[in-house]
């Protein structure tokens, strides 16, 4: 199959951080013998054509170089708020569509997919092609804003497929859109499943890790509030910043919790060392869009412990099955702390269910789910 993505965050060099999983995907897609163009915007006026690998990028210019700062930031909304910013947001619509119908037509494109509603989902539907259209997760936050909700409900009915990175994210985006009735598939985004690889039986492992931003959403407060709850000793370490640091390590001081470690951002390479040396990884995020963190530790060996009203996490991890869902209470989160600390055992049922999370979110895991989505949309012939 020819297929042409549509992305507002796509590797702009290789070994660029923004949008990478999709760079895994296309190149996956790549391996199984499907031919993959890109379409993204340009950043700051550095546009044109590239060549990541064996995968062509169409960098869309849309603006003067100095307002082409809408993509790669994760501040689009924002950004496109002012007068000016929603004019360069329109053209960009308009040149991701342009550069998309132009690189169809030069390849023999037989489907397009989007990655986020909008804005290429918007750019998509305008097309003469098949689309996907697949769900992210800020994407769907968007719809709680009548605007953006009037615009979905325009585009998501247009595409010929919908998929979601989780249940969650269906489900949310079906109510905040006010479309019940659309079909959403879950397909996650793939994961470098060859860095996590499972350690060697025996590994030393102690405490419980955080690993993530520190901000509200993740709830790193109700992490500290369980461990002084539980009257747990274990070390705990917290990877990562975030504008709530110095109110977590000010509210560890005061609870008189003297073994947690705040260590900061590290570079990635550390991470996987610190989720493995871990007896417990906590995530216990509130409405999380997927939360690929929890499946690393999974994938290592690491139970984790969610919390119930965690969101597409609850996808990943399965009560019981290397891993806790718990009430977002400290006494709740508390005690499956204590369990997972307590119970050797956990840590082959996280080994085993790490495992299956390594079949689904690989690369070619997912880039087979696409395949099937894709060859749905053909007639039998062509989706060979």
Sequence with gaps: ???????????????????????????????????????????????????????EVLQVRYAAPPRENLAYTGDMARAAASPSGAWAFLRMVRALRAGARDTARRIGAQVVHAFWWVPGGWAAVGLPLPSVVTLMGTDVAMMRRAPARLLARRVLPRAARVTALSTFLAGEARRLSGLGALAIERVPVPVDTARFERPAPGLPRTGIVYLGRLTAQKRVDLLLDAVHAAQIDAPVTIVGDGP??????????????????FL????????????????????????????LAAAEALMLGTPVVATSDGGGVLDLVRDGEGGLVAAPTPDAVGAAFARCLAEPAMVGAAAAAGERLRGELSPDGVARRFEGV??????????R
């Design 244 to 261: 709530a640091r110095a109110e977590l390590a000010q509210h560890a001081g005061s609870l008189g919790l003297g073994r947690v470690r």
């Design 264 to 291: 900061g951002a590290v570079p990635d390479d550390e991470v996987p060392a610190l989720l493995r040396g871990a007896r417990v990884a906590a995530f216990l995020s509130r409405n999380e869009g997927l939360g």
């Design 374 to 383: 894709y060859a749905g949309l053909l007639p039998p012939a062509a989706a």
């Design 1 to 55: 199959m020819r297929v042409v993505m549509i992305a507002h965050s796509f590797p702009r060099w290789r070994g660029d951080v923004a949008g990478s999983f999709l760079l895994r995907l296309a190149d996956a897609l790549q391996v199984r013998g499907h031919q993959v163009a890109v379409v993204a915007p340009s950043d700051g006026g550095r546009g044109g054509h590239l060549a990541l690998g064996a995968v």
